[in-house]
């Protein structure tokens, strides 16, 4: 998911969000130990997707406290 999508989504989807991605990379870390994970480059892709979503998260939570 990219930026412009996850600004669009309210406090409680992006919560989700970030929710989803951890347990997607959680179960890929999980296919890297028992070495059934091919591409490695997708733990990269999702841990730095976890990073964006959080900080779009606190991003909109700070913006909304200052309204």
């Known amino acids: ?8 989504k309210d ?4 919560k989700t969000e970030v929710k989803e991605l951890q347990k997607a990379h959680f179960g ?3 296919q890297k130990a028992t070495q059934q994970l091919s591409n490695t480059a997708t733990l990269r892709s999702t841990r730095r997707s976890i990073a964006r979503a959080k900080t779009i998260l606190a991003e909109t939570i700070v913006k909304q406290g200052a309204k």
């Open 1 to 8: 998911m990219n930026t412009t999508e996850l600004r669009q």
């Open 11 to 14: 406090v409680a989807g992006l």
């Open 28 to 30: 890929l870390r999980m």
